[in-house]
C-alpha cells in the first residue's frame, strides 16, 4: 500500500523557515517525480513544486520560487520542502504527492499545516 | 502561467439528477503529438486530501464510479456526475499539467438541492 506521510509542520514567524518531510512508502520512491500542493485554509489547491527522480529538475510556483527548496533523497524515500522567508500568505496544509504518468495525483498524503503568524 | 477557471463556483443539483461542471483553460492544452488533452479532475471532501477522479481529460482513474465522466478538448472541459449521490457531496477541482508548472481550478462546490 502507498503511504505519504507529511511532518514538520507548525507555527512560525513571519520572515522565519520551516523544513517539511515526507516519507514514503509501499512503492519505488525513487522511480517517481514527487510533488508538494498547498491549501490555505478554505482555499482551494495550489501545486507549489515538483522534483523529477533523482533530483536534477525542480519546478516551482512563482510565488515561492527564491524562497522555497525542494529535495529528496532516495536512499531515506523522504521528500523535503525547505521553506525560507516565510509570509503570512504561505499558511496553508501542504501535501506530498505522487505524480502519476506526465502530470496526475492519485497518492497524495494527509497533509501538514504550516501556519504564518506573529 | 495557464489560467484554470471553473464554472460555476457553486452548485446544488437533487439527488438522481445530472450535474455538470465545466473548465476553461487559458491555453490549450491538448498536445498534438499523442492527441491528448493534459487535464484531470479531482473531489475532496472536508478534512481530506484529493482524491483523484479522471486523468487524460476522460479517463477514470481506478475504482471512480462510472456515474462520472470527463469530456472536452482543447481549452474547454466538462465533469459530469450522471445522477447524483449523497456521498458526492464535495468540492470538485480541474488541473492542468501540460506544461512544467501546474495549475489548478479555483473549485466548484456541489451540495444536494
Known amino acids: 500500500e502507498v503511504q505519504l506521510v507529511e511532518s514538520g509542520g507548525g507555527l512560525v514567524q513571519p520572515g522565519g523557515s520551516l523544513r517539511l518531510s515526507c516519507a514514503a512508502s509501499?512503492?519505488?520512491?525513487?522511480?517517481?517525480?514527487m510533488s508538494w500542493v498547498r491549501q490555505a485554509p478554505g482555499k482551494g489547491l495550489e501545486w507549489v513544486v515538483n522534483?523529477?527522480?533523482?533530483?536534477?529538475?525542480?519546478y516551482y510556483v512563482e510565488s515561492v520560487r527564491g524562497r522555497f527548496s525542494v529535495s529528496r533523497d532516495n536512499a531515506k524515500n523522504s521528500l523535503y520542502l525547505q521553506m525560507n522567508s516565510l509570509r503570512a500568505e504561505d499558511t496553508a496544509v501542504y501535501y506530498c504527492?505522487?505524480?502519476?504518468?506526465?502530470?496526475?495525483?492519485?497518492?497524495w498524503g494527509q497533509g501538514t499545516l504550516v501556519t504564518v503568524s506573529s | 502561467d495557464i489560467v484554470m477557471t471553473q464554472s460555476p463556483d457553486s452548485l446544488a443539483v437533487s439527488l438522481g439528477e445530472r450535474a455538470t461542471i465545466n473548465c476553461k483553460s487559458s491555453?490549450?492544452?491538448?498536445?498534438?503529438?499523442?492527441?491528448?488533452?493534459?487535464l484531470a479532475w479531482y473531489q475532496q471532501k472536508p478534512g481530506q486530501p484529493p482524491k483523484l477522479l479522471i486523468y487524460?481529460?476522460?479517463t477514470r482513474a481506478f475504482g471512480v464510479p462510472d456515474r462520472f465522466s470527463g469530456s472536452g478538448s482543447g481549452t474547454d472541459f466538462t465533469l459530469t456526475i450522471s445522477s447524483l449521490q449523497a456521498e458526492d457531496v464535495a468540492v470538485y477541482y480541474c488541473?492542468?499539467?501540460?506544461?512544467?508548472?501546474?495549475?489548478f481550478g479555483q473549485g466548484t462546490k456541489l451540495e444536494i438541492k
Open positions: 509501499g512503492f519505488s520512491f525513487r522511480n517517481y517525480w
Open positions: 491555453h490549450n492544452i491538448l498536445y498534438s503529438s499523442n492527441n491528448n488533452n493534459y
Open positions: 487524460w481529460a476522460s
Open positions: 504527492a505522487r505524480l502519476e504518468g506526465t502530470g496526475w495525483y492519485y497518492n
Open positions: 488541473q492542468q499539467y501540460y506544461d512544467n508548472t501546474y495549475t
Open positions: 522534483i523529477k527522480l533523482d533530483g536534477s529538475e525542480e
